[in-house]
């Protein structure tokens, strides 16, 4: 089993950046796929990026492709999501994941959840 923290979010302009992290706890964290997905109030929880176990391969949704960077440290056990040119069509819940399939990009393809950070965009 491993739990999940995420860290990083806030209130930004548009255009600006932000880097979330998620620490994992438990040594088997180089032996899941993690992935990043997002929920905007009064919306499904929705996919956002996604991360092989050694970090070779990335998957990004359309709408982040370009702004958004996925990256993992095995050591630290940590997942980072590096976002730039912040669009107020980014405030949402961010919350990251972890699971055994690669590249995932369904909620039942994850097995563990941390509890989110808040990204607001203003405009």
């Known amino acids: 089993q491993v739990q999940l923290v995420e860290s990083g979010g806030g209130l930004v302009q548009a255009g600006g950046s932000l880097r979330l992290s998620c620490a994992a706890s438990g040594r088997t964290f180089s032996s899941y796929a993690m992935g990043w997905f997002r929920q905007a109030p009064g919306k499904e929880r929705v996919f956002v990026s996604a991360i092989t176990r050694s970090g070779a391969r990335t998957y990004y949704a359309e709408s982040v492709k370009g702004r958004f960077t996925i990256s993992r440290d095995n050591a630290k056990n940590t997942v980072y999501l590096q976002m730039n040119s912040l669009k107020p069509e980014d405030t949402a819940a961010y919350y990251c994941?972890?699971?055994?399939?690669?590249?995932?990009?369904?909620?039942?393809?994850?097995?563990?959840w941390g509890q989110g950070t808040q990204v607001t965009v203003s405009s």
């Open positions: 994941a972890a699971g055994s399939r690669p590249l995932a990009t369904i909620i039942l393809g994850y097995d563990y």
